[in-house]
């Protein structure tokens, strides 16, 4: 988990989405780099995102699994 968010923090891909308090919410979910692959947009607007927040989390992440 820890390994997952320094990864997330550092990522130039990510610096252009508001990613709100993503980080603390992959802590308390206890979210690994297995699981993050595996998130939807749905799942992010779960956790308090806006549906635009998401819809970028999720096409960023379908980025990663290329």
């Given amino acids: ?15 252009h989405i ?3 308090d993503l980080f603390t919410k992959l ?3 206890k979210i690994t780099g297995d699981s993050f692959l595996k998130l939807s947009g749905w799942d992010f607007k779960e956790y308090g995102m806006s549906l635009r927040q ?3 989390l ?4 379908k980025e990663l699994c290329e």
């Fill in 27 to 29: 802590e308390e979910k």
């Fill in 1 to 15: 988990m820890e390994s997952l968010i320094k990864f997330l923090r550092e990522d130039s891909k990510l610096k």
């Fill in 54 to 56: 998401a819809l970028e």
């Fill in 18 to 20: 508001e990613v709100g």
């Fill in 58 to 61: 999720e096409d960023y992440i």
